[in-house]
């Protein structure tokens, strides 16, 4: 349906447009309608050849395969290297948040639930990154509801920000 409306709305444009044009000069008005006709409709084949219209807008191929489960296996090797790494060095902060960022892009919101736990642990609960991160994780663990410990933390990062941007950005949209 959506489409038969679209190419109403194109005719109708193609219309108004060609029109005006063949009032002064026939032969001319005609030969630009025709051109606009074909171009519109040579737009819409290869949208529809090479078109994805099931793919929402700004997401690219990586982040929709992401999204399916289906990730390179160098990066979730490299994910487990830095978890191995951690291991050995286990009072890294910058570490585990990188790991709990790497969790998250991969889909393992509990693993980044852990890693970022990790992360607040060893900042005391003073570093506002680590309690976004934290709160964003359980957020994802639990269906995307804003859990009562997720608003804890949420508002512990406003509080120890001291003015960072993503704090800020998240009090605005409260």
């Not at 078109?51 to 390179?72: D, F, I, K, L, Q």
């Not at 608003?151 to 998240?170: K, P």
Request: aromatic letters at 6%; hydrophobic letters at 45%; a negative charge.
């Amino acid at each position: 349906m959506f489409w038969v409306i679209l190419a109403l709305m194109c005719l109708a444009a193609v219309g108004f447009t060609i029109w005006p044009l063949t009032r002064d000069l026939q032969k001319q008005g005609l030969l630009t309608g025709f051109a606009i006709v074909f171009v519109v409709g040579l737009s819409a084949a290869l949208y529809a050849v090479t078109g994805r219209p099931g793919v929402p807008s700004g997401a690219s191929e990586p982040v929709a395969a992401s999204a399916a489960g289906s990730n390179p296996p160098e990066v979730e090797a490299m994910v487990a290297g830095l978890a191995a790494r951690l291991e050995q060095e286990p009072g890294d902060v910058d570490g585990w948040m990188m790991l709990g960022r790497s969790y998250m892009t991969l889909g393992n919101a509990d693993g980044a639930v852990s890693a970022y736990e990790r992360a607040v642990e060893l900042t005391s609960s003073q570093d506002a990154d680590a309690l976004i991160g934290l709160g964003e994780a359980l957020m994802s663990s639990s269906g995307q509801t804003m859990t009562p410990r997720s608003i804890s933390l949420f508002e512990s990062a406003l509080a120890s920000s001291s003015g960072r941007s993503t704090t800020l950005t998240l009090h605005r949209d409260r």
